[in-house]
């Protein structure tokens, strides 16, 4: 009985593993096929496609604005983000509870309240749109990443081994860059990584924020107007093996900083 209710639930793994993934494979597939109607069967291989998207300044453009929102915004996020979830650590201050809440909101406000509020905060300032006010939005949806993660990895950090460093002689900048800091690592990176994704894809605040310089997502939006592209499936593919690389590399990186904290 045990051997079967292993199996059905390996089967169940299994159709959730295709269901997520098989759309991703499909897209890679259409992103070498030389037909540019996107259907079955496969006329040919090319690379054309690649090329195209190389080739396309615009698409270019956007890509290049979209990896300078996320990492400005995800800066931004993990030092504001970080020293937030300290306070709410380590400090006891009325009204606690509620600036905890408070902070955490927009993790769960649909994108288009963020972005239509900081519209008009941007109107009432006399701030115009542009990349600036993107990364605005996007660092006030990414803080409740950065709190909620790094929060909760400080609330089961052993506190010990802070006061034995302090009792050997460490000054409190470093008792927190030797310490503090490689302890939370994990979250750092964790949040890090998930706040860049979040930012890269995003199309509600980035809507309502975005002026003249558009990012990848709100290009592609534009763009599927007139129909779908090949050019869309090959730079999807693109990302998707950018975002692999990258996450295979923290995996990497946390196994590395875990063993030396094992040493």
């Known amino acids: 009985m045990r051997k079967l209710s292993d199996l059905s639930l390996g089967g169940f793994v299994v159709l959730a593993l295709f269901f997520l993934y098989a759309p991703v494979a499909v897209l890679i597939l259409f992103s070498f096929n030389d037909n540019r109607l996107m259907t079955l069967p496969l006329s040919g291989f090319t690379w054309d496609w690649y090329k195209a998207v190389f080739a396309n300044e615009a698409m270019m453009r956007a890509l290049r604005n979209s990896l300078f929102v996320a990492s400005v915004a995800t800066t931004i996020s993990l030092i504001i983000g970080t020293m937030a979830a300290f306070a709410l650590d380590r400090i006891n201050f009325p009204g606690k509870t509620v600036f905890r809440r408070v902070i955490l909101l927009p993790i769960s406000l649909p994108g288009i309240i963020i ?9 009432a300032v006399g701030l115009r749109l542009s990349l600036t006010t993107v990364i605005l939005g996007h660092t006030a949806m990414l803080l409740a990443i950065v709190v909620t993660q790094v929060f909760a990895r400080l609330q089961r950090l052993n506190r010990n081994i802070e006061e034995a460093a302090a009792d050997l002689g460490a000054t409190p900048w470093q008792t927190f860059t030797r310490v503090t800091i490689p302890n939370i690592r994990s979250a750092l990176i964790g949040s890090g990584l998930l706040s860049f994704t979040v930012s890269f894809d995003d199309v509600p605040i980035t809507f ?3 002026g003249r310089e558009n ?4 290009y592609i939006y534009s763009a599927m107007r007139r129909g779908p592209s090949p050019e ?3 730079v999807s593919t693109l990302i998707f093996i950018g975002s692999l690389a990258l996450i295979i590399f923290s995996i990497i990186l946390l196994a590395r900083d875990k063993g030396d904290s094992n040493v």
């Not at 990012?215 to 709100?218: F, N, S, Y």
């Open 115 to 123: 972005g239509i509020s900081i519209l008009n905060m941007s109107s």
């Open 232 to 234: 869309f499936n090959a």
């Open 208 to 210: 309502f924020l975005t």
């Open 215 to 218: 990012t990848l997502p709100m």
